[in-house]
């Protein structure tokens, strides 16, 4: 693989992400998928989908877990259902995540991912040592599968994500870098944190957003625009990437589901921006 392919996010059912035809209309060569319900979790389902992807020439590079009942209504109801973090559905949810790693061994992929969610600040608590106990256990699981877990950023600082990977001591935890989650979340500066993490990134998001009011951050959320509208900085981002030696998939993440052919325009043009800028940068 070259550095920096272009990537977008996809599904293969989940409804989330962009259509593979239009991955395909783009001539996109990587994705992330989005992992399929529980129903069509199946071999077949990895033989048609890995099938159709490679007859396209398209590489799946990593694929998410999500779960029934999680909600981005409000940054309050994200914390109460986002995740491996929420302790009423932890136990059913890590077991859907060693599915999930089932499922990604089937598509040849060697990465899974996923919001853990809002991991509790006290690092001497029962819940935060009880989600500790559970990262390895899923962690552990990933490994026997040959592969690696990558957690994406936003919910957390870079101070305290990195605490949380330090304190689950295992060597298969790492990073996927969303720029546009730490202004959403309001949890730091999206450059500043990447240059803090940068040695445990090994996937990334290029996805943008504008800060919420300075006395709403934290609380409320900021809001995504396209590639290049808000407050990242593409250019500055996509520097600070090769100075971090990351050179793998800039994966293209445009949350509009409910307007696809908005979301088909917006990645469209955030595939020739990242193209102009990866010609001027690497």
Same mark, same amino acid.
């Given at each position: 693989?070259? !550095?920096?392919?272009?990537?977008?996010?996809? !599904?293969?059912?989940?409804?989330?992400?962009?259509?593979?035809?239009?991955?395909?209309?783009?001539? %996109?060569? /990587?994705?992330?998928?989005?992992?399929?319900? @529980?129903?069509?979790?199946?071999?077949? #389902?990895? @033989?048609?989908?890995?099938?159709?992807?490679?007859?396209? =020439?398209? $590489? %799946? /590079?990593?694929?998410? =877990?999500?779960?029934?009942?999680?909600?981005?209504?409000?940054?309050?109801?994200?914390?109460? /259902?986002?995740?491996?973090?929420?302790?009423?559905?932890?136990?059913?949810?890590? *077991? +859907?995540?060693?599915?999930?790693?089932?499922? #990604?061994?089937?598509?040849?992929?060697?990465?899974?991912?996923?919001?853990?969610?809002?991991?509790?600040?006290?690092?001497?608590?029962?819940?935060?040592?009880?989600?500790?106990?559970?990262?390895?256990?899923?962690?552990?699981?990933?490994?026997?599968? =040959? $592969?690696?877990?990558?957690?994406?950023?936003?919910?957390?600082?870079?101070?305290?994500?990195?605490?949380?990977?330090?304190?689950?001591?295992?060597?298969?935890?790492?990073?996927?870098?969303?720029?546009?989650?730490?202004?959403?979340?309001?949890?730091?500066?999206? %450059?500043?944190?990447?240059?803090?993490?940068?040695?445990?990134?090994? !996937?990334?998001?290029? @996805?943008?957003?504008?800060?919420?009011?300075? !006395?709403?951050?934290?609380?409320?959320? =900021?809001?995504?625009?396209?590639?290049? *509208?808000?407050?990242?900085?593409?250019?500055?981002?996509?520097?600070?990437?090769?100075? %971090?030696?990351?050179?793998?998939?800039?994966?293209? +993440?445009?949350?509009?589901?409910?307007?696809?052919? $908005?979301?088909?325009?917006?990645?469209?043009?955030?595939?020739?921006?990242?193209?102009?800028?990866?010609? $001027? /940068?690497?």
């Amino acid at each position: 693989m070259s !550095s920096w392919p272009i990537g977008v996010f996809t !599904s293969v059912d989940a409804g989330l992400g962009v259509r593979l035809d239009v991955v395909q209309e783009l001539n %996109i060569p /990587t994705v992330q998928i989005h992992a399929p319900h @529980k129903a069509t979790r199946t071999e077949e #389902t990895a @033989k048609s989908f890995l099938a159709e992807t490679s007859a396209a =020439g398209i $590489q %799946i /590079t990593c694929v998410f =877990g999500g779960f029934d009942g999680e909600s981005y209504a409000s940054i309050e109801e994200t914390a109460r /259902t986002v995740g491996l973090v929420p302790q009423s559905t932890r136990q059913a949810r890590l *077991q +859907e995540m060693k599915e999930i790693s089932d499922f #990604t061994k089937l598509l040849n992929v060697d990465t899974v991912a996923l919001h853990i969610g809002f991991v509790p600040e006290d690092r001497n608590g029962e819940d935060y040592k009880d989600l500790l106990a559970v990262t390895r256990e899923l962690l552990d699981h990933v490994k026997s599968n =040959g $592969q690696s877990l990558n957690l994406e950023t936003g919910q957390e600082t870079a101070d305290h994500l990195l605490d949380f990977i330090k304190d689950v001591e295992r060597d298969n935890l790492f990073i996927n870098f969303d720029p546009a989650n730490m202004i959403l979340y309001g949890t730091g500066d999206p %450059i500043e944190a990447l240059k803090k993490v940068g040695h445990l990134v090994r !996937s990334v998001h290029c @996805k943008d957003a504008t800060w919420a009011a300075e !006395s709403e951050r934290g609380t409320g959320w =900021g809001r995504e625009v396209a590639l290049g *509208q808000g407050d990242v900085g593409m250019e500055t981002y996509l520097r600070t990437l090769k100075e %971090i030696g990351y050179t793998g998939p800039l994966t293209i +993440e445009r949350e509009i589901p409910e307007d696809r052919e $908005q979301q088909k325009a917006d990645v469209g043009a955030a595939v020739r921006l990242l193209e102009e800028i990866r010609s $001027q /940068t690497l």
